[in-house]
Protein backbone atom coordinates (compact mmCIF):
# COMPACT_ATOMS: atom_id res chain seq x y z
CA UNK A 1 0.00 0.00 0.00
CA UNK A 2 1.76 3.07 -1.27
CA UNK A 3 0.09 6.08 0.71
CA UNK A 4 0.20 9.38 -1.40
CA UNK A 5 -1.42 11.73 1.49
CA UNK A 6 -0.27 13.07 4.14
CA UNK A 7 -1.55 11.77 7.86
CA UNK A 8 -2.49 15.05 8.85
CA UNK A 9 -4.51 15.67 5.30
CA UNK A 10 -6.20 12.23 5.78
CA UNK A 11 -7.14 12.93 9.00
CA UNK A 12 -9.01 16.27 8.17
CA UNK A 13 -11.02 14.52 5.53
CA UNK A 14 -11.90 11.73 8.21
CA UNK A 15 -13.38 14.49 10.38
CA UNK A 16 -14.98 15.91 7.38
CA UNK A 17 -16.96 12.26 6.63
CA UNK A 18 -17.23 11.00 9.87
CA UNK A 19 -17.12 13.82 12.46
CA UNK A 20 -15.63 12.96 15.78
CA UNK A 21 -16.89 9.01 15.64
CA UNK A 22 -14.01 7.58 14.36
CA UNK A 23 -12.26 8.28 17.50
CA UNK A 24 -14.97 7.29 19.57
CA UNK A 25 -14.24 4.27 21.55
CA UNK A 26 -17.93 2.96 21.96
CA UNK A 27 -18.52 3.11 18.10
CA UNK A 28 -17.43 -0.41 16.86
CA UNK A 29 -18.34 0.45 13.07
CA UNK A 30 -19.30 3.24 11.21
CA UNK A 31 -21.62 2.81 7.49
CA UNK A 32 -22.79 5.47 4.96
CA UNK A 33 -25.87 4.45 2.72
CA UNK A 34 -27.49 4.98 -0.60
CA UNK A 35 -29.21 7.85 0.60
CA UNK A 36 -25.86 9.83 1.90
CA UNK A 37 -26.82 9.06 5.39
CA UNK A 38 -23.88 8.02 8.16
CA UNK A 39 -24.49 5.39 10.78
CA UNK A 40 -22.29 4.54 13.45
CA UNK A 41 -23.26 1.07 15.44
CA UNK A 42 -22.36 2.04 19.39
CA UNK A 43 -21.56 -0.26 22.08
CA UNK A 44 -23.71 1.79 24.59
CA UNK A 45 -26.30 2.84 22.22
CA UNK A 46 -26.67 0.56 19.66
CA UNK A 47 -26.95 1.23 15.58
CA UNK A 48 -27.69 5.36 15.36
CA UNK A 49 -28.39 7.73 12.13
CA UNK A 50 -25.99 10.62 13.03
CA UNK A 51 -26.13 12.71 9.81
CA UNK A 52 -28.81 12.85 7.25
CA UNK A 53 -26.73 13.81 4.35
CA UNK A 54 -22.76 13.83 3.79
CA UNK A 55 -21.52 16.09 1.03
CA UNK A 56 -21.43 14.68 -1.96
CA UNK A 57 -17.74 16.30 -2.81
CA UNK A 58 -16.52 14.82 0.37
CA UNK A 59 -17.88 11.32 -0.38
CA UNK A 60 -16.08 11.74 -3.99
CA UNK A 61 -12.60 12.72 -2.25
CA UNK A 62 -12.64 10.03 0.29
CA UNK A 63 -12.95 7.87 -2.67
CA UNK A 64 -10.49 8.92 -5.08
CA UNK A 65 -8.21 9.05 -2.68
CA UNK A 66 -8.53 5.48 -1.57
CA UNK A 67 -8.57 4.29 -5.13
CA UNK A 68 -5.11 5.52 -5.78
CA UNK A 69 -3.84 4.26 -2.46
CA UNK A 70 -5.64 0.77 -3.74
CA UNK A 71 -5.17 0.82 -7.08
CA UNK A 72 -5.05 -2.89 -8.12
CA UNK A 73 -8.44 -3.99 -6.68
CA UNK A 74 -10.77 -6.40 -8.80
CA UNK A 75 -13.01 -4.41 -9.59
CA UNK A 76 -13.06 -0.76 -10.60
CA UNK A 77 -16.26 -0.21 -8.59
CA UNK A 78 -15.30 -1.67 -5.36
CA UNK A 79 -12.25 -0.57 -2.80
CA UNK A 80 -11.78 -2.92 0.00
CA UNK A 81 -8.41 -2.44 2.37
CA UNK A 82 -8.03 -0.50 5.36
CA UNK A 83 -7.88 3.15 6.33
CA UNK A 84 -5.09 4.49 5.93
CA UNK A 85 -3.20 5.57 8.92
CA UNK A 86 -5.76 4.30 11.36
CA UNK A 87 -6.78 0.65 12.26
CA UNK A 88 -9.77 0.26 10.71
CA UNK A 89 -10.95 -2.00 7.83
CA UNK A 90 -13.19 -0.64 4.81
CA UNK A 91 -15.45 -1.80 2.43
CA UNK A 92 -16.35 0.98 -0.34
CA UNK A 93 -18.78 0.32 -3.05
CA UNK A 94 -19.24 2.87 -6.13
CA UNK A 95 -22.30 3.14 -8.46
CA UNK A 96 -23.96 1.91 -10.21
CA UNK A 97 -23.77 -1.12 -7.55
CA UNK A 98 -26.28 0.36 -5.57
CA UNK A 99 -29.77 2.23 -5.07
CA UNK A 100 -29.71 5.85 -3.94
CA UNK A 101 -28.81 9.42 -4.71
CA UNK A 102 -25.12 9.17 -3.39
CA UNK A 103 -22.02 8.25 -5.01
CA UNK A 104 -20.35 5.82 -2.79
CA UNK A 105 -21.53 3.53 0.33
CA UNK A 106 -19.01 2.50 2.51
CA UNK A 107 -18.25 0.24 5.80
CA UNK A 108 -15.53 1.28 8.14
CA UNK A 109 -15.04 -1.25 10.79
CA UNK A 110 -12.75 -0.41 13.51
CA UNK A 111 -10.26 -2.58 15.69
CA UNK A 112 -10.94 -3.20 18.59
CA UNK A 113 -9.14 -0.93 20.90
CA UNK A 114 -10.00 -3.30 24.06
CA UNK A 115 -9.30 -6.69 24.52
CA UNK A 116 -12.10 -7.97 26.85
CA UNK A 117 -10.96 -11.32 28.83
CA UNK A 118 -13.66 -14.01 29.35
CA UNK A 119 -14.30 -12.55 32.94
CA UNK A 120 -15.30 -8.80 31.41
CA UNK A 121 -17.59 -11.30 29.32
CA UNK A 122 -19.18 -12.84 32.31
CA UNK A 123 -19.58 -10.11 34.37
CA UNK A 124 -21.20 -8.07 31.40
CA UNK A 125 -23.80 -11.16 30.84
CA UNK A 126 -22.55 -11.66 26.60
CA UNK A 127 -21.91 -15.11 28.57
CA UNK A 128 -24.49 -16.03 31.08
CA UNK A 129 -23.43 -16.31 34.44
CA UNK A 130 -24.16 -19.88 35.72
CA UNK A 131 -23.86 -20.03 39.77
CA UNK A 132 -21.80 -22.97 40.90
CA UNK A 133 -18.99 -24.43 42.73
CA UNK A 134 -15.63 -23.13 42.02
CA UNK A 135 -13.64 -24.74 40.12
CA UNK A 136 -9.52 -24.08 40.56
CA UNK A 137 -7.01 -24.37 37.05
CA UNK A 138 -5.42 -27.23 38.61
CA UNK A 139 -9.40 -29.02 38.37
CA UNK A 140 -9.80 -27.37 34.21
CA UNK A 141 -6.06 -29.38 34.21
CA UNK A 142 -7.31 -33.11 35.31
CA UNK A 143 -8.94 -35.54 33.03
CA UNK A 144 -12.26 -36.88 32.72
CA UNK A 145 -15.47 -35.89 32.46
CA UNK A 146 -16.52 -32.56 34.76
CA UNK A 147 -19.40 -30.24 35.09
CA UNK A 148 -18.99 -26.18 34.80
CA UNK A 149 -19.63 -23.93 36.93
CA UNK A 150 -19.87 -21.51 34.58
CA UNK A 151 -19.31 -21.41 30.22
CA UNK A 152 -15.81 -19.65 30.64
CA UNK A 153 -14.23 -22.52 32.22
CA UNK A 154 -15.21 -24.67 29.28
CA UNK A 155 -13.31 -22.25 27.19
CA UNK A 156 -10.43 -22.19 29.65
CA UNK A 157 -10.39 -26.17 29.48
CA UNK A 158 -10.06 -26.45 25.95
CA UNK A 159 -7.25 -23.58 25.65
CA UNK A 160 -5.39 -26.08 28.38
CA UNK A 161 -6.02 -29.20 26.18
CA UNK A 162 -5.34 -27.33 23.44
CA UNK A 163 -8.92 -28.32 21.38
CA UNK A 164 -9.23 -26.46 18.37
CA UNK A 165 -12.32 -23.77 18.60
CA UNK A 166 -14.34 -22.23 15.97
CA UNK A 167 -15.49 -19.30 16.61
CA UNK A 168 -19.31 -18.54 15.05
CA UNK A 169 -21.30 -16.00 14.17
CA UNK A 170 -23.09 -13.48 12.12
CA UNK A 171 -22.08 -10.11 10.49
CA UNK A 172 -21.14 -7.84 13.38
CA UNK A 173 -22.08 -10.80 15.97
CA UNK A 174 -18.51 -9.96 17.76
CA UNK A 175 -16.15 -13.04 16.32
CA UNK A 176 -13.34 -10.93 16.35
CA UNK A 177 -13.80 -9.55 19.98
CA UNK A 178 -14.44 -12.81 21.16
CA UNK A 179 -11.33 -14.51 19.39
CA UNK A 180 -9.31 -11.86 20.89
CA UNK A 181 -10.49 -12.93 24.18
CA UNK A 182 -9.62 -16.38 23.58
CA UNK A 183 -6.62 -15.44 22.66
CA UNK A 184 -6.46 -13.30 25.88
CA UNK A 185 -6.73 -16.71 27.50
CA UNK A 186 -4.14 -18.71 25.60
CA UNK A 187 -1.54 -15.81 26.74
CA UNK A 188 -2.78 -15.93 30.16
CA UNK A 189 -2.78 -20.24 30.38
CA UNK A 190 0.35 -20.91 27.64
CA UNK A 191 2.41 -17.87 27.55
CA UNK A 192 5.19 -19.96 26.14
CA UNK A 193 3.02 -21.15 23.07
CA UNK A 194 4.19 -19.81 19.84
CA UNK A 195 1.11 -18.19 17.64
CA UNK A 196 1.14 -17.62 14.50
CA UNK A 197 -2.29 -15.48 12.97
CA UNK A 198 -3.52 -14.99 9.13
CA UNK A 199 -5.68 -13.02 8.58
CA UNK A 200 -7.09 -10.72 5.40
CA UNK A 201 -7.06 -7.21 7.72
CA UNK A 202 -5.02 -7.83 10.64
CA UNK A 203 -7.33 -7.42 13.47
CA UNK A 204 -6.81 -10.03 15.94
CA UNK A 205 -4.74 -9.49 18.86
CA UNK A 206 -2.34 -11.36 20.85
CA UNK A 207 -0.30 -10.28 23.93
CA UNK A 208 2.70 -13.25 24.11
CA UNK A 209 6.07 -12.76 23.09
CA UNK A 210 6.16 -15.26 20.67
CA UNK A 211 3.83 -14.46 18.14
CA UNK A 212 4.06 -13.75 14.14
CA UNK A 213 1.17 -12.01 12.26
CA UNK A 214 0.68 -13.59 8.59
CA UNK A 215 -1.34 -11.27 6.44
CA UNK A 216 -2.57 -12.26 2.75
CA UNK A 217 -2.57 -9.67 -0.04
CA UNK A 218 -3.69 -9.67 -3.55
CA UNK A 219 -1.10 -12.27 -4.89
CA UNK A 220 -1.40 -14.74 -1.28
CA UNK A 221 -4.12 -15.86 0.16
CA UNK A 222 -5.01 -17.38 3.43
CA UNK A 223 -3.88 -21.04 1.83
CA UNK A 224 -0.55 -20.17 0.88
CA UNK A 225 -0.08 -18.20 3.77
CA UNK A 226 -1.05 -21.73 6.03
CA UNK A 227 1.54 -23.91 4.07
CA UNK A 228 4.24 -21.21 4.97
CA UNK A 229 3.20 -20.89 8.45
CA UNK A 230 3.63 -25.21 8.48
CA UNK A 231 7.78 -23.85 8.28
CA UNK A 232 7.46 -21.07 10.82
CA UNK A 233 7.08 -23.83 13.64
CA UNK A 234 3.76 -22.67 15.18
CA UNK A 235 2.49 -24.43 18.56
CA UNK A 236 -1.21 -22.65 17.79
CA UNK A 237 -2.48 -21.94 14.77
CA UNK A 238 -5.28 -18.81 14.21
CA UNK A 239 -7.38 -17.95 11.40
CA UNK A 240 -8.82 -14.87 11.53
CA UNK A 241 -11.80 -15.86 8.74
CA UNK A 242 -12.77 -18.90 6.64
CA UNK A 243 -14.66 -18.74 3.63
CA UNK A 244 -13.27 -20.91 1.48
CA UNK A 245 -11.06 -23.98 0.45
CA UNK A 246 -8.60 -22.81 2.85
CA UNK A 247 -10.97 -24.71 5.33
CA UNK A 248 -8.47 -28.06 3.78
CA UNK A 249 -5.70 -26.61 4.53
CA UNK A 250 -6.97 -25.51 8.38
CA UNK A 251 -7.64 -28.59 9.25
CA UNK A 252 -4.91 -30.25 7.67
CA UNK A 253 -2.43 -28.29 9.95
CA UNK A 254 -4.51 -28.63 12.79
CA UNK A 255 -4.53 -32.08 12.55
CA UNK A 256 -0.99 -32.36 11.69
CA UNK A 257 0.64 -32.08 15.17
CA UNK A 258 -0.80 -28.33 15.64
CA UNK A 259 -3.77 -28.19 18.21
CA UNK A 260 -5.00 -25.51 20.26
CA UNK A 261 -5.87 -23.08 17.01
CA UNK A 262 -9.14 -21.07 16.90
CA UNK A 263 -10.46 -19.81 13.36
CA UNK A 264 -14.24 -17.87 12.66
CA UNK A 265 -16.54 -18.46 10.04
CA UNK A 266 -20.22 -17.26 9.42
CA UNK A 267 -22.73 -18.96 10.62
CA UNK A 268 -26.01 -18.88 12.89
CA UNK A 269 -25.38 -22.00 14.45
CA UNK A 270 -23.28 -24.90 14.96
CA UNK A 271 -24.31 -27.76 12.80
CA UNK A 272 -24.59 -25.11 10.45
CA UNK A 273 -20.77 -23.72 10.50
CA UNK A 274 -20.40 -27.45 10.06
CA UNK A 275 -21.99 -28.05 7.03
CA UNK A 276 -20.87 -24.47 5.56
CA UNK A 277 -17.75 -25.82 6.77
CA UNK A 278 -17.81 -29.15 4.59
CA UNK A 279 -18.72 -26.49 1.85
CA UNK A 280 -15.49 -24.64 1.74
CA UNK A 281 -13.47 -27.96 1.70
CA UNK A 282 -15.18 -29.18 -1.21
CA UNK A 283 -13.58 -25.57 -2.71
CA UNK A 284 -10.39 -27.08 -2.71
CA UNK A 285 -9.21 -28.97 -5.81
CA UNK A 286 -7.38 -31.70 -3.85
CA UNK A 287 -10.40 -32.44 -1.73
CA UNK A 288 -12.94 -32.09 -4.55
CA UNK A 289 -12.23 -36.17 -4.99
CA UNK A 290 -13.22 -36.86 -1.35
CA UNK A 291 -17.15 -38.32 -0.89
CA UNK A 292 -19.25 -36.23 2.82
CA UNK A 293 -18.38 -39.15 4.94
CA UNK A 294 -14.62 -38.44 4.66
CA UNK A 295 -14.71 -34.84 4.73
CA UNK A 296 -17.17 -35.20 7.61
CA UNK A 297 -14.87 -37.39 9.66
CA UNK A 298 -11.67 -35.19 8.90
CA UNK A 299 -13.56 -31.95 10.22
CA UNK A 300 -14.85 -34.03 12.86
CA UNK A 301 -11.32 -35.48 13.97
CA UNK A 302 -10.09 -31.52 13.94
CA UNK A 303 -12.62 -29.18 15.46
CA UNK A 304 -13.31 -29.96 19.01
CA UNK A 305 -15.32 -26.94 20.03
CA UNK A 306 -17.81 -24.79 18.48
CA UNK A 307 -18.73 -21.08 19.87
CA UNK A 308 -21.73 -19.31 18.61
CA UNK A 309 -22.50 -15.36 19.42
CA UNK A 310 -24.98 -13.35 17.98
CA UNK A 311 -26.15 -10.11 18.14
CA UNK A 312 -29.45 -9.02 18.38
CA UNK A 313 -31.32 -5.74 20.03
CA UNK A 314 -33.31 -7.67 22.15
CA UNK A 315 -29.96 -8.41 24.29
CA UNK A 316 -29.55 -6.36 27.04
CA UNK A 317 -25.73 -6.78 26.15
CA UNK A 318 -26.41 -6.43 22.51
CA UNK A 319 -24.42 -9.45 22.13
CA UNK A 320 -24.19 -12.73 23.85
CA UNK A 321 -22.96 -16.56 23.34
CA UNK A 322 -25.67 -18.04 22.71
CA UNK A 323 -24.21 -21.83 21.74
CA UNK A 324 -21.14 -23.98 22.89
CA UNK A 325 -21.23 -27.78 21.38
CA UNK A 326 -18.50 -29.94 21.56
CA UNK A 327 -17.90 -31.92 18.48
CA UNK A 328 -17.79 -35.90 19.35
CA UNK A 329 -18.17 -37.09 15.95
CA UNK A 330 -19.18 -37.91 12.39
CA UNK A 331 -22.00 -40.52 11.17
CA UNK A 332 -24.83 -41.53 8.41
CA UNK A 333 -23.98 -37.97 7.35
CA UNK A 334 -24.69 -36.38 10.68
CA UNK A 335 -22.44 -34.52 13.30
CA UNK A 336 -22.15 -35.47 16.47
CA UNK A 337 -22.88 -32.91 19.26
CA UNK A 338 -22.62 -32.56 22.89
CA UNK A 339 -24.95 -28.89 23.83
CA UNK A 340 -23.39 -27.31 26.76
CA UNK A 341 -26.44 -26.85 29.15
CA UNK A 342 -27.19 -25.75 32.35
CA UNK A 343 -28.52 -28.07 35.04
CA UNK A 344 -30.84 -26.12 37.35
CA UNK A 345 -30.65 -29.07 39.83
CA UNK A 346 -27.16 -28.88 40.73
CA UNK A 347 -26.36 -24.84 38.84
CA UNK A 348 -23.71 -26.61 36.94
CA UNK A 349 -23.35 -26.76 32.88
CA UNK A 350 -22.76 -29.89 31.08
CA UNK A 351 -22.53 -31.61 27.90
CA UNK A 352 -25.52 -33.09 27.00
CA UNK A 353 -25.92 -35.10 23.83
CA UNK A 354 -27.53 -32.99 20.93
CA UNK A 355 -31.14 -34.43 20.18
Excluded at 21 to 35: A, C, K, P
Excluded at 156 to 169: E, P, T, Y
Excluded at 277 to 290: G, M, P, W
Excluded at 342 to 348: I, P
Aim: charged share 25%; glycine share 8%; with cysteine.
Amino acid sequence: MLIMISKEDMFTLYHQLFGDYLWQDSVTEIYLNGDCSLWIDDTKSGVTKVQDKIERSVAIKFWNIIREIYPNQQSDLIIEGELPYFKARLECLHKPLFEGDGDIIFSVRKQAITVFTLQSYKDSGVLAPIKGIIRTKADIIKDGKVSFRHPIDVISDAVLRKKNILVVGGTGSGKTTLTNAILAEIASLTPGDRVITIEDTLELQINVQNKLSLRTDRNIDIRELLRCCMRLHPNRIVVGEVRGGEAYSLLKAWNSGHPGGVATLHANNASEALEKLSHYIFEDSVARSFNQDVVGRMIAGSVDLVIVIEYSHEYQTKRRVTEICEVKGYLNGRYNLSVLVHQSLTGLCEFKPQI
